[in-house]
C-alpha cells in the first residue's frame, strides 16, 4: 500500500519569506499524481498544486512550486513571499490512476504552517 | 455554482444512535468521495463512487454504509454510532483524468 510521511508537524516563516515542506511517499508504480492541499481555519480542502508524475518539469503556480524527485520518492513544496493568507494545515497526498477512473487519495499526516508578520 | 454541499455542518449523536450525512455536488461529476480526519491527522477514504449505482470500500469503511442513486447525490450513513467515528467528515467529487478532488466544507460528527 501506498504511504506519505509528512515529517514536519509544524513550520513557521516570517512574512514575506520563503518556506519549504517537506513529503516523502512510498510507491511501487511509476505513473501517479502527487498533490499539495491547504486546510486554512475554515476546514475546506484547496488544491495548491499538481504533479504528474511522467512530467520532470517541477509544477509551478504562482507563489508555489514543488521539487519532485522522483528517484528519491521526494515531493516538497516551496511557497515564496509568504503571505498572512497563507497560515494553514498543508498536506502532501498521492494517487494513483484507477482503472474505473477514481482518484483515491492517500494523505500524509500534515504540516501546520504559521506565518509571522 | 455551489459546488460540493455537506450537511449538517455539525452534530452530537449519543452511542448507539445512527444518522446519515447528506452530500450533494451540481457540477456534474461522475466521481465522489467521503472521507474521514481525525484530529491531528490527515484524511483517510472511508467510501468512493465511481457513478450512480456503483460504490466501493475505501481504507476505513467499517461501520459505514454509502448508496448512489443518481449523480449528484452521495449520503453517507452511520449506524450505531461509536465514540471511534467522532471525526470531521468530507465529501469531495472529481471528474476522470484530472486527479483534482473538489471538496465540501466539513461536518464535524462528536459521538458522547
Known amino acids: 500500500a501506498q504511504t506519505v510521511t509528512q515529517s514536519q508537524p509544524e513550520m513557521s516563516v516570517q512574512e514575506a519569506e520563503t518556506v519549504t515542506l517537506s513529503c516523502t511517499y512510498d510507491?511501487?508504480?511509476?505513473?501517479?499524481?502527487l498533490f499539495w492541499y491547504k486546510q486554512p481555519p475554515s476546514r475546506q480542502m484547496i488544491l495548491v498544486i499538481r504533479?504528474?508524475?511522467?512530467?520532470?518539469q517541477n509544477a509551478t503556480e504562482n507563489r508555489f512550486s514543488v521539487n519532485f524527485q522522483k528517484a528519491a520518492k521526494s515531493f516538497s513544496l516551496k511557497i515564496s513571499d509568504s503571505q498572512l493568507g497563507d497560515a494553514a494545515m498543508y498536506f502532501c497526498a498521492y494517487s494513483s490512476p484507477q482503472i474505473q477512473g477514481a482518484q483515491k487519495l492517500v494523505f500524509g499526516q500534515g504540516t501546520r504552517l504559521t506565518i509571522n508578520p | 455554482n455551489a459546488g460540493v454541499t455537506q450537511t449538517p455542518k455539525f452534530r452530537i449523536l449519543k452511542i448507539g444512535q445512527s444518522m446519515t450525512l447528506q452530500c450533494a455536488q451540481d457540477?456534474?461529476?461522475?466521481?465522489m468521495y467521503w472521507y474521514r480526519q481525525d484530529p491531528g491527522m490527515g484524511l483517510k477514504l472511508i467510501y468512493y463512487s465511481v457513478g450512480a449505482g456503483i460504490t466501493d470500500k475505501g481504507e476505513v469503511p467499517n461501520g459505514y454504509n454509502v448508496s448512489r442513486s443518481t449523480t449528484e447525490d452521495f449520503p453517507l450513513r452511520l449506524e450505531l454510532a461509536a465514540p471511534s467515528q467522532t471525526s470531521v467528515y468530507f465529501c469531495?467529487?472529481?471528474?476522470?483524468?484530472?486527479?483534482?478532488?473538489?471538496f465540501g466544507e466539513g461536518s464535524r460528527l462528536t459521538v458522547l
Open positions: 457540477m456534474n461529476h461522475n466521481y
Open positions: 510507491t511501487s508504480e511509476s505513473d501517479y499524481y
Open positions: 469531495a467529487s472529481s471528474v476522470r483524468g484530472t486527479g483534482e478532488l473538489f
Open positions: 504533479q504528474e508524475a511522467y512530467k520532470q
